[in-house]
T-cell receptor, first 111, second 115 residues
């Protein structure tokens, strides 16, 4: 069983709308959680990195939240743009256990 | 800076052949990572180096895979012999400082097809 579960698997929204992607994990002991954006045919690009003590981190229109007690994270995208169409990958690192990868959420923003 | 450079961008080979993928990290970065991505398995960490020394190779699938980092500006991932199930996109990434909190910068990837 994958220790990092992302939902939804895919999402279609209209340009200008907001959306929220979810990441639930069972990785322990927790070290950090990363969100990446990956455009088709390109390498992943880091959006945010959060450690245990951080609840929220923003990067432009992207805001990530972390609840270490419930082991949940979300990535909120505000005022979506066509260029936001991509896969979003959640990666959770455990102390001395390495990284665990979510399967990703495929976001499509339509005009 | 040109970012992480990988070569070749595409590789098509036949089963049983040796394949060598190359990576040049961002200058000054101490960490280098090799990843593999497939539709079935998603993104997987294969191995990472710190200051040219392999730290964790637990993700390397089997003995057919080997990685080296002879100096701070160059790394190779070799598959010998290659098999069709090795077909994937292989990414190299680098970061400057602490593994746990620093941003990793990914290269464009090498798309490997083994026939």
């Amino acid at each position: 069983k994958n220790q990092v579960e992302q939902s939804p698997q895919s999402l279609i929204i209209l340009e200008g709308k907001n959306c929220t992607l979810q990441c639930n994990y069972t990785v322990s002991p927790f070290s950090n959680l990363r969100w990446y954006k990956q455009d088709t045919g390109r390498g992943p690009v880091s959006l945010t990195i959060m450690t245990f003590s951080e609840n929220t981190k923003s990067n432009g229109r992207y805001t990530a939240t972390l609840d270490a007690d419930t082991k949940q994270s979300s990535l909120h995208i505000t005022a979506s743009q066509l260029s936001d169409s991509a896969s979003y990958i959640c990666v959770v690192s455990a102390v001395e256990e390495g990284m665990r990868f979510g399967a990703g959420t495929r976001l499509t923003v339509k005009p | 800076d040109a970012g992480v450079i990988q070569s070749p961008r595409h590789e098509v080979t036949e089963m049983g052949q040796e394949v060598t993928l190359r990576c040049k990290p961002i200058s000054g970065h101490d960490y280098l990572f090799w990843y593999r991505q497939t539709m079935m398995r998603g993104l997987e960490l294969l191995i990472y180096f710190n200051n040219n020394v392999p730290i964790d190779d637990s993700g390397m699938p089997e003995d057919r895979f080997s990685a080296k980092m002879p100096n701070a500006s160059f790394s190779t991932l070799k598959i010998q012999p290659s098999e069709p199930r090795d077909s994937a996109v292989y990414f190299c990434a680098s970061s400057s400082n602490t593994f746990s909190t620093d941003t990793q910068y990914f290269g464009p990837g090498t798309r490997l097809t083994v026939l």
